[in-house]
């Protein structure tokens, strides 16, 4: 004879209940949930020398190496792989010619050579991409890397260029800065060759041109990061981007019905690398975009002026963008959202970019009452 029993929860004595299974056999209905408590935090981008401060002179211009600038000094071009035109004129950043890769399909590779072997020792790989066509739905992109032909092996990491920049933004020049120890893996290390290649996994390749191609020593304080990561054992949900400018600036034009913002600036502050927006999901590169001037700040999804003022001397400008659904970023695989300087913004008087959000603690310890009681 069997003996009746019961689960009862610990804390509320609430019993379990046996569901009547199609297959005539009766089952325990058991469904688990981890236990999460929320917490609203308004978080600063902060970098680890100047804090929240953004009006930084994060310049980047150096001494260049230069490896591919069109008609000037260069690497030597060849190609290991495909079809490519090193002497293109349809599309060009710099002097004469641009590197051509419309021809290219998945696997093809480009190889600059610089005539010898040497030690890498400039901080930042920069370049401008123009990109004519690029499909969103099959996986697609533009590799970039270091190569020592003498063993031939690669040296370093391959990276992708298009984490670096906005594949959705066609048929203009984008700039990529790409640091050579944190991302390619190259500083201090002997290459004689930098190498870049096509990847497409499917559907039509990347159409694309590739020019001003420098390795830079740099002199300024750049590239600067500014970041937001979750807490250990934590997932944040990030809801909104503020972004608030300060500049001694006149708004102000006789019989204007509206304030006199320039779009192609930052209230009076050229930029010439922009400022990289990047986000990662699950340890990914998710999203980046080159920022470098206001209209690409306000031609984001759901992004507006909130608010602007002129005291006589100094005009601020606030910019709020929502990010419809919340980006999460989760502590076990290291995510970030990331603002990149790479220019002198030193005569903006203030700039900050603030982030509201929600915090998920997700491992607090189920056995404390006190704690589920909250919850």
């Known amino acids: 004879m069997g003996i ?31 236990l999460k408590r929320f917490l609203n935090k308004t978080l600063m981008f902060t970098n680890p020398i ?24 260069q690497w030597t071009p060849t190609a290991i792989s495909g079809i490519w035109d090193f002497t293109s004129t349809t599309y060009v950043y710099t002097n004469t010619y641009s590197i051509d890769a419309t021809d290219t399909i998945n696997g093809d590779i480009a190889q600059l050579y610089s005539g010898g072997l040497f030690v890498v020792n400039d901080d930042v790989i920069s370049g401008s991409i123009y990109i004519t066509t690029w499909n969103q739905q099959q996986e697609k992109h533009v590799e ?23 594949t959705t933004t066609l048929n203009q ?13 190259i500083l201090g290390k002997e290459i004689d060759s930098i190498r870049i290649g096509t990847v497409n996994l499917g559907g039509a390749p990347p159409n694309y041109h590739i020019d001003d191609i420098n390795l830079l020593a740099t002199t300024g304080a750049g ?28 708004p102000i034009m006789e019989n204007a019905t509206i304030p006199n913002i320039p779009y192609n600036g930052l209230i009076g502050v050229p930029l010439i690398n922009g400022i ?9 590169i998710e999203f980046t975009y080159n920022l ?40 076990e695989f290291d995510d970030f959202i990331r603002f990149t300087l790479f220019d002198d913004l030193s005569s903006l008087q203030m700039f900050r970019i603030i ?4 915090e998920e603690r997700r491992f607090d310890n189920f056995k404390n009452r006190e704690v589920q009681k909250r919850c």
Not at 11 to 32: I, S
Not at 148 to 165: F, R
Request: net charge negative.
């Open 4 to 34: 009746k029993s019961t689960i009862v929860d610990h804390f509320n004595n609430k019993p379990t209940t046996v569901v009547e299974c199609e297959e005539n056999v009766n089952k325990l209905a058991v469904a688990t949930t981890p």
């Open 50 to 73: 100047y804090g929240n401060a953004l009006n930084i002179d994060a310049s980047i211009i150096g001494e260049d190496t230069i490896i591919y600038a069109g008609n000037e000094v």
């Open 144 to 166: 970039i890397y270091g190569y020592n032909t003498e063993t031939d092996q690669i040296v370093g990491n391959v990276i992708n260029i298009d984490s670096y920049i906005s």
């Open 173 to 185: 020049w984008q700039t990529f800065n790409i640091p050579t120890f944190e991302a390619l893996d």
């Open 223 to 250: 590239p600067l990061r500014y970041e937001i990561r979750p807490n250990s054992n934590t997932w944040l949900h990030v809801q909104t981007l503020s972004i608030t400018m300060v500049s001694e600036y006149i």
């Open 276 to 284: 990289e927006y990047q986000r990662t999901l699950e340890g990914e």
């Open 292 to 331: 470098k001037n206001m209209i690409e700040f306000i031609a984001m999804p759901n992004c507006h002026i909130s608010s602007s003022g002129y005291d006589g001397n100094f005009t601020w400008v606030k910019i709020d963008y929502p990010l419809g659904e919340p980006f999460i970023l989760k502590d």
């Open 355 to 358: 982030a509201q959000a929600y």
